[in-house]
């Protein structure tokens, strides 16, 4: 008997060790060891990210800014300000020496006043024709220049170098066009307004 209780005595202290030990592995870490284990996580997952290329962008029409029929200046505000303000000051400095010389603002029949209005809608119409191939040009400029430049070895594409700057020099040249209509339209709006006042 004795036996027996010493066997049932060690059973149970071997039971109860078996039934401890997997209690105490499944009891969480402590705060630090954690906090330390997602630290490393994060710092790993930021060293993939930079070791990662990233994707070349795609330009389609879905994801090029829409301007709408305005014509993109390059360059500072106030040159163009400057330049748009100069013909309409020349203009008016002409009315204003035609007065002075008369005494009188320069009268005009409503024929020429009628010929003028049509011919300042007719400058308006070409104007906005001028913005829109314009507006062409340079979304088509941009599009060649990112498909130019996203060759691995672009510097030995000359026939490419030379489409972009031919195309640069038709942006230039039609940028030109677009001006000379802008002061067609001011000569015509300042003389519209000279008649009127």
């Not at 401890?20 to 009891?27: C, K, Y």
């Not at 008369?102 to 070409?126: F, M, V």
């Not at 001006?179 to 006042?197: E, R």
Request: cysteine-free; hydrophobic content about 40%; glycine content about 4%.
């Amino acid at each position: 008997m004795r036996i027996a209780k010493w066997a049932s005595l060690i059973l149970l202290v071997s039971l109860a060790n078996f039934i401890a030990r997997p209690q105490q592995q499944q009891t969480p870490p402590s705060d630090q060891s954690q906090q330390s284990g997602v630290a490393t996580a994060a710092r790993q997952n930021r060293d993939q990210k930079k070791d990662q290329p990233k994707a070349a962008k795609v330009w389609d029409n879905d994801n090029i800014p829409v301007t709408g029929r305005q014509i993109n200046v390059i360059g500072s505000p106030t040159e163009g300000a400057a330049s748009a303000a100069q013909p309409a000051a020349a203009s008016a400095t002409q009315q204003a020496a035609a007065t002075s010389k008369t005494g009188q603002a320069p009268s005009a029949t409503p024929e020429d006043k009628a010929a003028i209005q049509s011919e300042l809608e007719a400058a308006k119409a070409r104007m906005q024709d001028l913005k829109a191939d314009l507006d062409i040009l340079q979304r088509k400029f941009t599009l060649d220049q990112q498909t130019y430049y996203g060759k691995t070895d672009y510097a030995s594409d000359k026939a490419g170098a030379a489409a972009l700057q031919f195309e640069q020099d038709q942006i230039a040249a039609k940028q030109q066009e677009v001006a000379a209509a802008q002061k067609k339209i001011d000569d015509l709006q300042a003389k519209l307004d000279a008649i009127k006042g």
